[in-house]
């Protein structure tokens, strides 16, 4: 994984799984890996070993980054012959159960986040207009920037993005003048951008504060978070709004597939109201309840069909005897010139 270039941190996080996969699943020989082993551990419920969730039962997610790194494992053994198969394709993935769910900000709620943030402003506007995940912010420098071009832009070095393709976005006149006021005059090049804003690529006690000074929850009624990667999955639905094709949305989010893109777009957070006030408006054109009678025609006469019970062949056939009286009744009457028209 250092070889191919892969993040640090996810590179210490597998050696840390396998380590712990090899140790608690008694793995000594190739041997001893093995599918029910494997499985015989998973179901022991193993606990978490820090983090906010120590001393709890890993979740089903975090099972599963277990089987992936064992899966690699042995695909690698795979490549090189040392092994004839992978023994974890017969594993079933879990359900997945998220611990939690990241919120969206509103646009309101993201105006008062950096009103009320201080100098911190830049670095959450950045965040919004960019989607850049939090560790590619910490590691941006200056000579990431072009902000004395008649195009700036932002052009963060590869090593930060999590999937090594290039991610380079052009920056709104806003969040260009706020990095100019950010910039000192006499900077290095290698300097970070956010050095003072940003303390570490994992706290979030600073943006607690901000939080708070804005008089917003880091954790909502809905048990929605509203953590630094909030801001990621803010912008990428924000973008997805925009109505703008899969592609070029893809190409602003930096992500490669649209499965990966679909988990950062919150449908509740869409507007939908926008949307719908855009629709034909159908409610002037109903037809009234003394309208509705079955088959009225477009001169108000009802209309029906052969056969039907109020057909004309029908009432002419049922009202028969009924005329047959009315006529003997009237021969005798004088005409007035006001008679009924009597069918027959």
């Known amino acids: 994984l250092k070889t191919l270039g ?21 793995w000594q020989k190739l041997a001893d890996l093995t599918a029910e082993s494997f499985e015989d551990w998973r179901q022991s419920e193993p606990l978490c070993v820090m983090g906010r969730r120590k001393g709890k039962a890993l979740s089903n997610k975090t099972l599963n980054d277990y089987l ?18 992978n023994p974890m394709d017969v594993v079933d993935r879990l359900q ?26 830049v670095l959450y506007l950045t965040a919004l207009e960019t989607s850049y995940r939090r560790s590619t912010l910490y590691h941006l420098t200056w000579a990431c920037t072009q902000l004395d071009s008649d195009s700036p832009m932002i052009r963060p070095d590869v090593r930060t993005i999590k999937n090594r393709d290039e991610h380079a976005l052009p920056l709104r006149p806003g969040l260009h003048r706020a990095l100019l006021d950010l910039r000192p005059k006499n900077y ?10 940003l303390p570490t690529t994992h706290d979030v006690h600073f943006m607690k504060i901000d939080l708070n000074r804005a008089g917003l929850p880091f954790v909502d009624d809905q048990s929605q ?26 190409a602003m ?12 777009l919150h449908m509740t957070a869409m507007p939908v109201d926008r949307l719908m006030s855009k629709m034909p408006d159908l409610a002037g054109t109903h037809i ?23 057909s004309p062949e029908s009432l002419q056939t049922k009202e028969k005897p009924a005329l047959a009286a009315a006529k003997a009744g009237l021969t005798n009457m004088t005409p007035t010139g006001f008679e009924p028209v009597l069918l027959g």
């Open 6 to 26: 892969r993040n640090r941190q996810y590179v210490w996080d597998q050696g840390q799984r396998l380590r712990r996969l090899q140790a608690e699943c008694s």
């Open 96 to 121: 997945g159960d998220p611990t939690f769910v990241r919120g969206v900000f509103t646009p309101e709620q993201a105006a008062r986040l950096l009103k009320a943030s201080g100098d911190r402003w």
């Open 253 to 264: 989010s930096g992500h490669k597939t649209e499965a990966a893109a679909s988990r950062y």
């Open 68 to 85: 992936n790194a064992a899966s690699a494992f042995c695909v690698w053994l795979e490549r090189r012959k040392r092994t004839e198969a």
């Open 288 to 310: 009234g309840t003394h309208e509705m009678r079955t088959g009225a025609g477009q001169d108000g006469t009802e209309q029906h069909k052969p056969g039907s019970r109020n």
């Open 225 to 250: 978070v509203y953590d630094f990667h909030a801001l990621r999955h803010t912008a990428c639905t924000w973008a997805a709004a925009t109505g703008e094709s899969g592609a070029v949305f893809r």
């Open 188 to 197: 290095e090049p290698s300097g970070r951008v956010f050095k003072d804003l």
